[in-house]
């Protein structure tokens, strides 16, 4: 068994390997194998706040829960307004700024969508 894709033009199922392409060898078609195997998982992360709505870098959420501050002892208390949140690939999804505490980082599990 061979796990090759589909012809993406022709929809063969003859597709071959060679030198980091795929070939179709019935229309001839040619695609970088790797393509494939990336189209799935990171580049088409989706980050969803709290109660499932999809985030988006630039949006302003509110916290739903307080959170502890590792360090300074400070709490960001729920309900604080965050403006103009950054999604980043990580733990800690959500890099951004919140009045009197400066940068930090969230988890979009913790917020919601304004
Ligand atoms: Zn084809």
């Known amino acids: 068994m ?3 894709p589909p012809c993406p033009k022709c929809n063969s199922e003859f597709t071959y390997e060679d030198g980091g392409l795929f070939i179709c ?3 001839a078609h040619e695609w970088p194998a790797q393509a494939a195997a ?3 998982a990171d580049s088409a992360k989706v980050y969803r706040d709290a109660v499932g ?3 988006q870098d630039g949006d302003t959420v ?3 829960k307080d959170l502890k501050l590792k360090g300074s002892g400070g709490v960001v208390k729920v309900g604080t307004k965050v403006k103009n949140i950054r ?3 990580s733990d800690h999804d959500i890099d951004c700024k919140i009045d009197g505490f400066g940068a930090m980082s969230l988890k979009s599990e913790f917020v919601k969508k304004v």
Request: net charge negative; aromatic share 0%.
């Open 2 to 4: 061979n796990a090759l």
């Open 25 to 27: 060898p019935e229309c």
């Open 38 to 40: 990336e189209s799935g």
């Open 53 to 55: 709505n999809i985030l």
């Open 62 to 64: 509110t916290v739903i």
């Open 87 to 89: 999604l980043v690939d």
